[in-house]
């Protein structure tokens, strides 16, 4: 009775925190100009490049739908760019002013300043996400996704990998500027090597074997196939075999941020 009585509220009191810490990175990322152009534009400003680029491999994608493999290919861009890039320099900077260091003396958890932080940003990609695949329907036509669920699966786990490899990279990020330096290996092997862009098929064996071992593309691997049936190389194994090596990616993240992030500026 009295261990109910002493740990009934504590559920309302950590959500109400959360959702408190949520809202300020909320309307810090409103007045982040640059983190709203990562998140919002840069996206758009893709479609053609991405709709070219896939013109180009169209060849290696027999029967699939361009427009949708288009789509596929701007949720890419959302979550390494409107999450990854953007909550890196967002940890950076509330480390260096000292604000994640303040909030660890309060009531909050490690894990919630950190899930806090990226909240804002999550939400606004998965807002993306939707708006993206209304707009593109609207404009070219899609054909369903083969698997909802299976789309919903990978964003989410996704996420679950992007999300802590921000929190990974901001521990060797100096300042907010230098942000753009430390991403980029990521970004660039994550956007090449998910086979989102550019589909397995036109990869030599060896090089294929080594972009599905990378952090988040067993996670898009999942996302490409509920949406166009196949990743891109029709895997004999089929997709399942994927959703243990995103698992295993993102638990290793965590690890990894457990024993790395930074929680104040080195001296």
Excluded: C
Excluded at 19 to 44: C, K, Y
Excluded at 92 to 109: D, H, I, P, Q, S
């Amino acid at each position: 009775m009295t261990t109910a009585a002493t740990t009934g509220p504590a559920v309302p009191g950590t959500a109400r925190r959360l959702i408190a810490l949520a809202r300020t990175e909320a309307l810090l990322l409103g007045r982040n100009r640059t983190a709203i152009s990562m998140a919002v534009i840069m996206p758009l400003a893709l479609v053609g490049a991405l709709h070219e680029m896939l013109k180009a491999n169209r060849a290696l994608m027999p029967g699939t739908d361009l427009h949708s493999a288009m789509l596929v290919g701007l949720y890419l861009t959302v979550l390494v760019f409107g999450v990854y890039y953007n909550l890196t320099g967002a940890y950076v900077a509330r480390r260096n002013e000292l604000v994640l260091k303040r909030l660890r003396t309060g009531e909050l958890t490690d894990w919630q300043i950190l899930t806090g932080t990226a909240l804002p940003l999550v939400v606004l990609a998965l807002l993306q996400v939707v708006l993206l695949t209304v707009a593109v329907g609207v404009g070219f036509g899609l054909t369903a996704p083969r698997n909802p669920l299976l789309v919903l699966l990978g964003l989410l786990l996704a996420l679950a990998v992007l999300v802590p490899l921000a929190a990974l990279s901001s521990a060797y990020t100096r300042t907010v500027e230098t942000a753009g330096i430390t991403t980029l290996p990521l970004t660039v092997l994550t956007l090449f090597g998910s086979g989102l862009v550019v589909p397995f098929a036109g990869l030599p064996d060896q090089v294929a074997l080594g972009f599905r071992l990378l952090p988040a593309t067993p996670a898009l691997a999942l996302l490409r196939t509920g949406w166009l049936g196949s990743d891109g190389a029709d895997h004999p194994a089929g997709w399942w075999l994927y959703l243990p090596g995103a698992l295993v990616w993102a638990a290793l993240a965590v690890y990894a941020v457990q024993r790395r992030f930074l929680w104040e500026p080195r001296r």
